[in-house]
T-cell receptor
Framework: AQKVTQAQTEISVVEKEDVTLDCVYE???????LFWYKQPPSGELVFLIR??????QNEISGRYSWNFQKSTSSFNFTITASQVVDSAVYFC?????????????FGTGTSLTVIP | KAGVTQTPRYLIKTRGQQVTLSCSPI?????VSWYQQTPGQGLQFLFE???????NKGNFPGRFSGRQFSNSRSEMNVSTLELGDSALYLC???????????????FGPGTRLTVL
């Protein structure tokens, strides 16, 4: 069975602090995809990153970075020098190849509040 | 390219009524998925349509149904509404060009349904 766990329900940080959002996943598939989405108060989920199971390279995009470790089944997301605009709910998701069953599995989300 | 659009954005219904929500995917995207988001249950997968066929279905009762048209636009219908159906309904589209790899899902702004 597939499962995504985001143990941090809510996090508050002061602006300019770094913050890491944890994501742990479970799957027996050898091929799978991991995603992070941001959901601001407006409600729309905004795609941030996609990673396939064969690519364990960490990625940096501006103030955002992602650490993918298959050995611990984790795909953590770090925001450096947080800003108020980063306040949102962040979801980690796991998907399976398109030719398999129910394909997208979301974690319960982490609500991040950046205090000015 | 225009993003995923959903109509209406807000809807208020009473118990027992039925409702139809509409989703227009990103141009060229062939897969449309629907999700229900509630504070208690998080994001739950409803169903996915690809080339006018339901490809996958989540664990929701038969009151929830959907369809996809030849232009990839999709509708979902909920009959005999219950109070517990109050939620944000999100639609997501993906290209699915390869048929095997799970492409990124891009989400619309959602329809907020309130059942009184």
């Amino acid at each position: 069975a597939q499962k995504v766990t985001q143990a941090q329900t809510e996090i508050s940080v002061v602006e300019k602090e770094d913050v890491t959002l944890d994501c742990v996943y479970e799957t027996r598939d050898t091929t799978y995809y991991l995603f992070w989405y941001k959901q601001p108060p407006s409600g729309e989920l905004v795609f941030l990153i996609r990673r396939n199971s064969f690519d364990e390279q960490n990625e940096i995009s501006g103030r955002y970075s992602w650490n993918f470790q298959k050995s611990t089944s984790s795909f953590n997301f770090t925001i450096t020098a947080s800003q108020v605009v980063d306040s949102a709910v962040y979801f980690c998701a796991l998907s399976r190849p398109a030719n398999t069953g129910n394909q997208f599995y979301f974690g319960t989300g982490t609500s991040l509040t950046v205090i000015p | 390219k225009a993003g995923v659009t959903q109509t209406p954005r807000y809807l208020i219904k009473t118990r027992g009524q039925q409702v139809t929500l509409s989703c227009s995917p990103i141009s060229g995207h062939r897969s449309v998925s629907w999700y229900q988001q509630t504070p208690g249950q998080g994001l739950q997968f409803l169903f996915e349509y690809f080339s006018e066929t339901q490809r996958n279905k989540g664990n929701f009762p038969g009151r929830f149904s959907g369809r996809q048209f030849s232009n990839s636009r999709s509708e979902m219908n909920v009959s005999t509404l219950e109070l517990g159906d109050s939620a944000l309904y999100l639609c997501a589209s993906s290209a699915e060009t390869s048929g095997r790899a799970r492409d990124t899902q891009y989400f619309g702004p959602g329809t907020r349904l309130t059942v009184l």
